[in-house]
């Protein structure tokens, strides 16, 4: 079997971000998905920004052999470390299957951007990212803080008072 994957998307961020200033587009987080994976990543626009995020994992773009990968066990260190210290704060839906679960806390990534904009801009800045060549995926939405949570127990379930991320299909 093989987990590498033949091509990555190797545009640098500066597009993007150049992009937003181009489109006049209101952003209210953005972070680069690195090393914490990226619910490491959201966990800390939920924390900085006082919102809950709600992510839909069928939306999520993900590298050709990586679930494969992950399936056939070969999970980087960085990745239980990830998942032990954000796992707290999300709650899954109990569809979603343990490898994607696994998947989001992955800590090789290809650095893409985690963006949230207005509502009312998000199609127009997607198409615009599009005409630009550039890949662009809404995975999410932002949520108030106090959204109440899921029914899916977590054995640390999180303090009403702290911002979460809920993961759906």
């Known amino acids: 079997m093989d987990c590498g994957c033949d091509s990555v998307d190797d545009t640098l961020n500066k597009a993007g971000a150049e992009l937003i200033e181009k489109e006049k587009i209101a952003v209210g ?17 939920a924390l900085a920004s ?3 995020l709600k992510l839909y994992a069928s939306r999520i773009p993900v590298l050709a052999g990586a679930l494969e990968c992950i399936r056939a066990g070969h999970i980087p260190g960085g ?4 998942r032990d210290f954000a796992e707290c704060v999300v709650q899954y839906e109990e569809s979603i299957a343990e ?19 207005e509502a009312g801009a998000s199609e127009r800045f997607a198409q615009a990212m599009k005409a630009e060549g550039l890949m662009a995926a809404r ?5 108030p803080k106090d959204t109440p949570p899921s029914d899916t127990p977590h054995k640390d379930r999180p303090r009403r008072d702290t911002p979460r991320i809920r993961v759906t299909c």
């Open 29 to 45: 987080a953005m972070t680069d998905v690195t090393g914490f994976g990226l619910i490491g990543h959201a966990r800390e626009v």
């Open 50 to 52: 006082d919102v809950s």
């Open 79 to 82: 990745l239980n470390n990830n």
């Open 99 to 117: 490898d994607v679960k696994a998947l989001l806390f992955d800590p090789q990534t290809a650095g893409g951007l985690l963006i949230s904009v």
């Open 139 to 143: 995975i999410g939405e932002v949520l």
